[in-house]
């Protein structure tokens, strides 16, 4: 799960948590596996924003942020 608004500081982010936790209890229901990026970025970052263009996140992820993505993916994979 990648979020299309970032953290809490945008305005979106109560809705889309609503709907993100819809869609994780519909996926566990049915034993469909889950990488939340978005839980691993803000477990492994401080300062998240490097994972962008100029440091925004308004933007899609920057190099850095898409290895970071293709990594915990790969992890996922390996270990399920």
């Not at 519909?26 to 803000?42: A, P, Q, T, V, Y």
């Amino acid at each position: 799960y990648i979020p299309s608004e970032k953290y809490e500081f945008t305005r979106k982010f109560k809705y889309l948590h609503r709907v993100k936790n819809a869609i994780f209890e519909h996926m566990k229901k049915n034993d469909i596996g889950i990488i939340d990026i978005e839980k691993s970025i803000k477990e492994d970052f401080f300062y998240p924003n490097k994972l962008y263009p100029k440091e925004s996140p308004e933007f899609h992820f920057n190099e850095f942020g898409y290895k970071y993505v293709a990594e915990k993916m790969l992890k996922y994979i390996n270990n399920n």
